[in-house]
């Protein structure tokens, strides 16, 4: 297993934000966690990140303790975050010039790979929302870091775009894969891009279910229509509901 | 840009105005020219005086550039300083304020009793007066950085160094111009009170000169100077920051 959290605990003052959360990413995995809004999704990646420190409970990469350590992960925000006076080739290698020099005839090739090599000079302000979301991407897979924390990445787009980011990122992905944890709000998003799923809770949020994604790789739409697909789909919506009736 | 210069197009063409209105309000009444000259007595001067009168520009052209160059460099210094070590700001930030309180007026016969006539002390006021638009509008644009990027750059394990010059740095150039424009415009007045106080050559020297004489003409012509080398020198950062200040809106 490259990442593996056990009994995390996380409280901001009176308030229990995670509760004995245990989950596990292994090596070339793509794991999605579902969870309501304000569940305290993004107060785990603070965790994993480093920004915040546990209150209980261990998270291991490798088998090593990054408790409250930065930099051992590559990070895409919700919004693309990207640095308006920094070329789309400057912004993407933003991340890794932390650590030392970046490679930018790699850079380039990414950008020509995803069809943004015109744009490697442009401005993120001459952008759309999608190709920001692109360039977000290609900077956090650049990073050298083996772990990769998507937070709602395409949460912010319109459902048209959506459909054609999510493609975009599995091609992407059949390529490097990296190991991924994925948040998101969409139980359809979740069952067409991971192999596992976590299910949170509301606050205090705790692992409510694990779910293993059968379908095989690599996917594309016409998974959406399939009986499987809407079998799963309801078997989680379940799960969700129990969180709303409580 | 379009809309710029037909704005600009515009308040000229409404100077012009002002100008001739001011001509013909001087001829009508015939005021006579030691009360106030007419715009084109003092362009006659101007164009006359010019071999006098441009010595003392080029000295005040000089003071006011070295002087805006030096205020600017430590503003942003002391700005750097007060924003990344905050126990120092805290003691410091104060201080800087009081000091904006003190007249330069009052300070600059001061600091020529204790640095004599030369350059130091009148650089010095210039500094005093350019250096603290500098400061604030630093400072401010160090703290208004945009909390998603500095969420980001948090994230991926950049450190408090890596944060200010990839990040808060940049992200506040705009604001750091908007500080220097007030600061160029401040030098050329610095320059010309201190050479008030205290010269051989420069145009505050000639106003003087000009005052004492009566030839309000000459007062006319350094005052007009004066407002061009502010333009001139507003122009100027407009165009250095056009050049460094890239990827944000338009006009913002
Ligand atoms: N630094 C903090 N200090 C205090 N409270 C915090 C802090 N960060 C998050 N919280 C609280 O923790 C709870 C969980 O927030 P979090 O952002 O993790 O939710 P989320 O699951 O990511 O929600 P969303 O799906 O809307 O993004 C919220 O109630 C929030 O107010
Ligand atoms: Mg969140």
Known sequence: MLLNIKELNKTFGDLHVLKDINLSVGKNEFVAILGPSGSGKSTLFQLIGGNQTPNQGEILLNGESINGKTGFISYMPQQSSLFPWRTVLENVVLAAELNGKPDYEEAKLWLEKVGLAEFANSYPIELSGGMKQRVSFIRALLSKQNLLCLDEPFSALDEFTRLKMQKWLLSVWEENRKSILFITHSIEEALFLADRIYILSKRPAQVKAEIKVPFSRPRDESLLETNEFFLLKQQIFQFIREELSE | ?252
């Open chain 2, 1 to 252: 840009m379009r809309k710029v210069w037909i704005r600009g197009g515009k308040s000229v063409l409404f100077l012009l105005f002002l100008f001739i209105l001011w001509e013909a309000l001087v001829r009508i009444t015939e005021t006579p020219m030691w009360l106030l000259p007419a715009p084109s007595d003092v362009i006659k001067e101007a164009v006359i005086g010019f071999d006098t009168f441009s010595v003392h520009i080029l000295s005040t052209v000089y003071l006011a550039i070295l002087g805006l160059v030096i205020g600017c460099s430590v503003g942003l210094l002391i700005a750097i300083i007060l924003y990344r070590l905050p126990k120092v700001n805290e003691l410091l930030y104060p201080l800087l304020i009081l000091s904006q309180n003190i007249p330069t007026i009052v300070l600059a016969p001061l600091l020529i009793i204790w640095f004599g006539f030369g350059m130091m002390p009148k650089l010095m006021i210039i500094s005093l007066v350019c250096f603290f638009p500098i400061v604030v509008a630093s400072m401010d644009g160090f703290r208004q950085t945009a909390p998603e990027l500095k969420h980001y750059m948090q994230m991926v394990g950049a450190s408090r160094n890596q944060i200010f010059w990839k990040l808060e740095f940049p992200h506040s150039l705009p604001s750091i111009f908007s500080g220097l424009k007030i600061a160029a415009t401040y030098s050329v007045m610095g320059a010309v009170i201190s050479e008030w106080l205290g010269a051989k050559k420069g145009v505050g020297v000639y106003m003087t000169l000009a005052q004492s004489s009566f030839r309000i003409d000459r007062v006319f012509v350094a005052i007009f100077f004066v407002m061009l080398l502010s333009i001139v020198l507003f122009g100027m950062i407009r165009a250095i920051e056009k050049v460094v200040v890239k990827g944000r809106n338009e006009g913002a």
